[in-house]
């Protein structure tokens, strides 16, 4: 199967200059401004990891809680833990598994801490499909040379970021209206950017690309 795609201009090609698993975290500035600090030196796997392992931990322990100080310390702790290898070149023979443990923390905090302070369902799946969309859709203008711009990823918000706003208003009682909020402007911000560049690919020239033998290459 060949699909003809075009090569985006050449401005801002977060992928190229960041590699694809950088790009895969969805780092936000705060996370990014925390990597450059250690200047790509920190092995991005084990703290990753840890990270994961905490975030389930404080949320364990905040369900049991009458007060909810420990759902702010997760993504305060996810960040210290995984920020200072943002910008490590991810070249490790597993340090693909990164990005998605990152997911992971990301949507299981949002899901958990949404069921737990009684937001609805609905709201919380939007929010969900629209941050998983994103990052779907990352994943797949890579794979077809459309790389995503940089101030995509730093008007998201990041994955940090994005968990900060929800632990926040969590604690002042007010998450039902963030999770709308963020749904209603990362819905717009992501999908109006993904349009835009879909569009444009198919009016340009095209780039011949073929999916099945990237399939065969890759495994």
């Not at 629209?130 to 711009?149: E, G, K, N, S």
């Not at 569009?199 to 095209?206: K, L, T």
């Amino acid at each position: 199967m060949t699909i003809t795609l075009t090569e985006a201009p050449p401005a801002a090609p977060v992928a190229r200059q960041i590699g694809r698993l950088q790009a895969y975290r969805d780092d936000g500035p705060i996370c990014t401004t925390i990597g450059r600090l250690t200047l790509g030196r920190l092995i991005p796997l084990p703290g990753t990891v840890v990270a994961a392992l905490t975030t389930a931990a404080l949320l364990l322990v905040a369900g049991a809680q009458e007060h909810a100080i420990p759902v702010l310390y997760a993504p305060l702790v996810a960040l210290l833990l995984t920020g200072p290898s943002a910008t490590h070149p991810h070249t490790g023979r597993i340090d693909w598994l990164v990005p998605p443990i990152l997911r992971g923390i990301e949507y299981g905090y949002l899901a958990v801490l949404g069921f737990a302070q009684g937001v609805s369902a609905p709201l919380i799946y939007g929010l969900l499909a629209v941050l998983a969309y994103h990052h779907y859709d990352t994943v797949y203008r890579t794979r077809q040379h459309l790389w995503p711009r940089g101030w995509v990823f730093r008007a998201g918000l990041g994955w940090e970021g994005r968990m900060l706003i929800a632990a926040f208003a969590g604690l002042f009682g007010q998450l039902s209206a963030a999770y709308a909020v963020l749904a209603a402007y990362l819905g717009v911000l992501f999908g109006v950017e993904s349009v835009i560049a879909w569009v444009r690919a198919d009016r340009g020239s095209g780039v011949q690309v073929n999916l099945e033998e990237e399939a065969e290459e890759a495994s």
